[in-house]
């Protein structure tokens, strides 16, 4: 794998299960038929990032108390638009249990939850059990996998892993290139670690995103 | 034998016209305008003109046609109501129903072109005359009965379709005794003596046409039918010609209904009423089987289906289900029903259940996987897996969606508009998508956009000097945020052809800002604004 976010070649090639820290190019991937928990102010980029560096439908579900629009432009450059299929939730309960119900069909590899608040064990547990029943499901497509948004601070238990991601300032040029801080500050099986993720982004950029894992002397 | 026009193997078509069917209408839904002047308008080429009279407008000297302004100069009295095509079109379809009576074969009704709101029919009566006492009393009894609706009418009979609808709008003129000044019957044989004297706009002619035999002084069909061919063709065309012999019935023209519209209600009644789960179930499989084996016929997939359980008690249960993407897999309709059937009060038992394909759509063809065309990473294989992956999306979704309603499943669509909150609009993810949009390329012609985009929110600026540029330090969301770069301005002006509320503040000048901490915020200032207004309007990450 060369690192390239959006890579037609590796259709439907298997994605690796372990984040890799040697790979300075690559952002880190996560792993499949789990459910990931990201917070922080870069979090709808984290997620509109790992949706994009995935191939097929994105279903991404919000519950009613959300901070505006996602504007398909801004999305554009992580994620194809016409890739997401939006379901607005008439509850928090009632999105994670749209969640539970796409993760369990397999049909769709990236599930996305703008709940606004952290599930809690229960909900975390089933949404865990109903991404491994998807990934026996989806068969030789990819499994599934979901990503919650939840606020800062917390969290569901049984998350397979969590993440903090916030925007830092750019290295030069202002916004020409924005950055992101992913730390992973939760992970269940493997080490924890923090990487600062950068785009060429502009108006002719292609969408690539390049990783780099931080000194771990530095994260602290 | 009787020697009628059947027995010489002759059609008849009869052509019903109600001139003034909108009219009509309006005065029928409203009793107490009986005996006004009243006229529809309706907007043609740029103007209101008057396209139906009622009778005492028509005797009081308004035409068809006439801007609606002088008609109003001409009688200040009239009552005006707009066209109303649908009740029109309602109307048509109730009388093409009832016209059942008199024939089984009815074509599709017509409207004249121009400034009128007719309607036409046209009925083949071949053997149905003599069921009425002939085809008089069969004329007779049609329009006693229509104006007993308060429907002006008009008909004729004749051997052509073209000939009977010359002379239903035209025959009065000549009509001879003992036929009434609304009903012509061209006898068999006399077709051509019946038309002679009627003007040659009577063929359907095009205006073009119709203006150019004027021209030449031309007034009864009789006079085009006596001009040679060959010079009648090469003056006005082919068209003329043709239409010269489909009225006089040399060359056939029939008579087209339009096909009946597809119901798929399928029931199923048992000997004993039913009330466990399991054979809910099994009555449903089998509704199912039938349904979609009727859907398969007819070329179409389901999109809503409702099921209705009636109870030994004579009260209903009524099951709806809809699907995300038009369907005709009966497994995947039962899994639906599947909620709703545990639901289901049995009562006294159920004894009889009724299955409607409420919304059908026809079906969108594929191309076979073995024919599709094969590139690098498709392979026949991942074709398949591909469509199965769909179905099963499709499947959940509708589950989503019988659960949330499908108005909350969306996709993005784009929209044509350059204002950041128009620029997209959502679509429900049930409706077919009309093409793959590349928003990429979208995304790249115009300015960076935010990720979030929300509705303008004030920031607080303590400093001074901020007309040209962002301020160097803003509070916003209870938070002090330090600018350490920013990017614009990018103009925005408001589609000054809508009004749109958020927009009346003028023209704005967005910013992209970068905070010292790292937060991209879409800052925008009014130009207009006499003191300089700054807000929030978005973020980038």
């Given at each position: 794998m060369n690192g390239l976010a959006i890579d037609t070649t590796a259709a439907r090639a298997p994605l690796p299960q372990q984040t890799d820290?040697?790979?300075?190019?690559a952002p880190p991937k996560l792993r499949e038929a789990r459910a990931h928990e990201v917070s922080g102010d870069g979090a709808l980029a984290f997620a509109a990032m790992q949706a994009g560096m995935r191939l097929g439908p994105v279903v991404w579900i919000a519950a009613p108390r959300g901070e505006g629009r996602m504007d398909p432009y801004g999305l554009a450059p992580f994620v194809e638009p016409s890739r997401i299929i939006l379901i607005d939730a008439p509850s928090e309960k009632d999105a994670f249990w749209a969640m539970e119900e796409v993760l369990r069909s397999g049909a769709a590899p990236t599930v996305i939850g703008a709940a606004g608040t952290a599930p809690d064990l229960t909900q975390s547990r089933r949404l865990q059990l109903a991404a491994e029943a998807g990934a026996a499901a989806a068969g030789k497509s990819p499994a599934p996998l979901a990503i919650l948004l939840t606020p800062a601070g917390a969290g569901g238990p049984a998350a397979e892993t969590r993440w903090r991601a916030a925007p830092q300032p750019s290295w030069f040029e202002g916004l020409a290139a924005p950055r992101w801080s992913w730390e992973l500050i939760k992970n269940k099986r493997g080490p924890l670690g923090a990487w600062t993720i950068e785009a060429p982004y502009g108006?002719?950029?292609?969408p690539i995103f390049a990783a780099q894992p931080v000194d771990p002397m530095r994260v602290g | 034998m009787p020697a009628g026009p059947e027995a010489r193997g002759g059609r008849r078509a009869l052509v019903l016209w109600l001139p003034e069917a909108a009219a009509d209408l309006a005065l029928r839904r409203a009793?107490?305008?009986?005996?006004a002047p009243l006229a529809i308008l309706a907007d043609q080429r740029n103007a209101r003109v008057i396209v139906g009279l009622s009778a005492t407008a028509e005797t009081a000297g308004l035409s068809h046609g006439a801007a609606a302004a002088d008609a109003r100069a001409l009688q200040p009295g009239l009552i005006s109501r707009p066209l109303d095509p649908a009740a029109l079109a309602r109307l048509a379809e109730g009388l093409r129903r009832w016209l059942g009576r008199y024939s089984p074969w009815i074509g599709r009704e017509e409207h004249s072109p121009g400034p009128r709101s007719d309607l036409s029919f046209t009925l083949d009566v071949t053997g149905c005359a003599h069921l009425f006492h002939g085809e008089a009393a069969l004329l007779e009894d049609m329009l006693a009965r229509l104006e007993r609706l308060g429907l002006r009418a008009r008909a004729a009979i004749a051997e052509s379709k073209g000939g009977a609808w010359a002379l239903a709008r035209y025959g009065v003129e000549t009509n001879q005794p003992?036929?009434?000044?609304?009903a012509f019957i061209a006898p068999p044989g006399q077709l051509r003596a019946c038309l002679a004297?009627?003007?040659?706009?009577a063929l359907r002619l095009c205006q073009e046409t119709a203006d150019g035999l004027a021209r030449l002084g031309i007034r009864r069909i009789e006079d085009v039918a006596a001009i040679p061919r060959a010079a009648l063709a090469r003056r006005f065309g082919a068209p003329l010609c043709r239409r010269l012999d489909q009225a006089f019935g040399v060359e056939p023209e029939p008579i087209a209904p339009p096909p009946p519209p597809f119901r798929a209600a399928i029931r199923l009644a048992f000997p004993e009423p039913i009330g466990l789960l399991d054979d809910l179930r099994a009555g449903l499989a089998r509704l199912l089987a039938r349904l979609v084996e009727r859907l398969d016929a007819a070329g179409l997939d389901a999109r809503k289906l409702l099921l209705e359980l009636r109870r030994v008690d004579r009260s209903d249960q009524r099951l709806e289900v809809g699907l995300a993407a038009p369907s005709r897999d009966a497994a995947q309709m039962l899994r639906l029903f599947e909620h709703g059937l545990e639901g289901v009060q049995a009562g006294y038992g159920i004894d009889a259940m009724r299955l409607v394909a409420r919304e059908v759509e026809p079906r969108a063809t594929t191309q076979h996987a073995a024919l599709a065309p094969k590139t690098m990473f498709t392979s026949g294989e991942t074709t398949n897996d591909a469509a199965a992956e769909t179905a099963a999306l499709t499947e959940v979704l509708s589950h989503i969606g019988g659960r949330f309603g499908f108005d909350r499943l969306t996709r993005y669509v784009k929209a044509d508009s350059h204002l950041p909150e128009k620029g997209f609009y959502l679509r429900s993810?049930?409706?077919?998508?009309?093409e793959e949009a590349n928003w990429r390329a979208a995304a790249r012609a115009r300015p960076p956009r935010p990720l979030i985009g929300f509705a303008p929110e004030p920031i607080a600026v303590t400093e001074a000097g901020v007309e040209r540029r962002p301020p160097a330090v803003f509070r916003w969301r209870g938070a002090e945020h330090k600018v350490a770069a920013a990017f614009g301005p990018e103009r925005i002006t408001p589609e000054w052809w809508l009004d749109d509320p958020a927009w009346r503040s003028g023209v704005r000048d967005y910013w992209r800002v970068e905070t010292t901490a790292g937060r991209r915020i879409w800052l925008f200032r009014l130009a207009q604004a006499p003191e300089p207004a700054w807000f929030a309007a978005g973020r980038f990450a």
């Open positions: 820290a040697t790979n300075v190019l108006r002719n950029a292609a | 009793p107490n305008l009986a005996g003992p036929f009434s000044d609304r004297d009627l003007p040659p706009t993810a049930a409706e077919p998508r009309a």
